[in-house]
């Protein structure tokens, strides 16, 4: 027992627990190993702190979690705050789901409408570009896909990429003060450490796009214990960025509002310019030295432009102007 710890009574306990793990959940197991009560008496204290006017969500398998008084997350309040025109009219809200991308494909596949979107409130098996993992901890994040159908061909859809980190950006430089960045082609960086990345998937025909899955991995509340060894150094989460009070449901609203805009403005007027001016203003990447990786090969250029299909423009140290279309760069 931590000092100060033993005046408190066991409902108070239970909320410390809670709030230490905020962002988290934590089993009915785990509160009742700890405190030495039984499953039910936790039930009974949580129902009385609920009725002290507490947030906790329980959500089965996974316990029991703390929310904000904004920060209810659930597929009801999303709806009742949406505000858009196709994106997220059907909406799937799952409690844990192996990756929303492949669900979302999987609906798609079997004639899913254009706007579906997936969200978890954790992924089992949360895929990151490049076959990288991405870690989706209960409650610790935005784990949505969403699916557009554009009647454009295949080469767009790099174009697409750019267009949702545009948009995820607008929305978050309302939390962050500084240091908000886009790495080519979509990383999303807060002070250079990565807060929110986008996996873009597609099914085609040889000259038109059949769907695309628009995946948006954003890291909310995250402390930074919880990244691992291999993320400690490169992970951010918005909760260490921000004064402002954080809520997911407000988060996956705004964002679907300023990707519905976008995109409609880019499908209906056949035009790049708007989210590439977006693009272009948060770029931590033009007029920077950088290394292209593609599979093995690394190589030196300096970063000169994104052109409007989203292909990279680089000069070489020879002077060699070249574009890269796909790979990871750093900076
Ligand atoms: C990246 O590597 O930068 C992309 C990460 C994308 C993660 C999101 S989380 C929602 C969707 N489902 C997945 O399995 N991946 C994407």
């Given at each position: 027992m931590k000092g100060g710890e033993r005046d408190l009574n066991t409902k108070d306990r239970i909320l410390k627990m809670l709030a230490e793990n905020k962002g988290r959940f934590i089993s009915g197991e785990q509160i009742s190993e700890e405190l030495g009560i039984s499953r039910t008496a936790v039930w009974k204290h949580i129902l009385k702190l609920r009725e002290e006017g507490h947030r906790i969500q329980s959500v089965n398998r996974l316990g029991y979690q703390l929310v904000n008084s904004?920060?209810?997350?659930d597929r009801g309040t999303i709806l009742s705050r949406l505000n858009t025109?196709?994106?997220?009219?059907n909406l799937y809200f799952y409690?844990?789901?192996?990756s929303t991308n492949n669900e979302l494909k999987k609906m798609a596949a079997e004639g899913a409408c254009e706007g579906t979107v997936v969200i978890a409130?954790?992924?089992?098996?949360g895929r990151g570009r490049r076959g990288r993992r991405w870690q989706s901890d209960a409650g610790s994040g935005i784990y949505m896909s969403v699916l557009l159908k554009p009647d454009l061909p295949p080469t767009a859809v790099q174009s697409i990429t750019l267009l949702a980190s545009s948009a995820v950006c607008k929305v978050l430089e309302k939390y962050v003060k500084s240091g908000l960045g886009i790495k080519w082609p979509n990383d999303i960086l807060i002070n250079n450490k990565k807060v929110c990345g986008i996996l873009t998937e597609m099914t085609s025909e040889p000259d038109k796009v059949q769907a695309i899955i628009l995946g948006i991995g954003l890291n909310v509340?995250?402390?930074?214990?919880?990244?691992?060894d291999e993320l400690k150094h490169t992970a951010t989460s918005l909760c260490l960025n921000t004064d402002r009070e954080i809520s997911r449901t407000q988060l996956v609203v705004e964002i679907l509002k300023e990707l519905e805009d976008l995109y409609l403005n880019f499908v209906e007027k056949g035009s790049s310019a708007k989210f590439m001016d977006i693009w272009r203003c948060f770029s931590?990447?033009?007029?920077r030295d950088i290394i292209v990786i593609q599979g093995e090969n690394r190589w030196q250029a300096k970063a000169l432009d994104v052109l409007d299909d989203g292909r990279l423009l680089v000069e070489t140290p020879d002077g060699k102007r070249q574009t890269v279309l796909s790979g990871e760069i750093s900076i």
């Open positions: 904004g920060d209810v997350y025109k196709i994106l997220g009219k409690e844990t789901i192996d409130l954790c992924q089992t098996e509340w995250n402390r930074e214990e919880d990244f691992g931590v990447t033009i007029g």
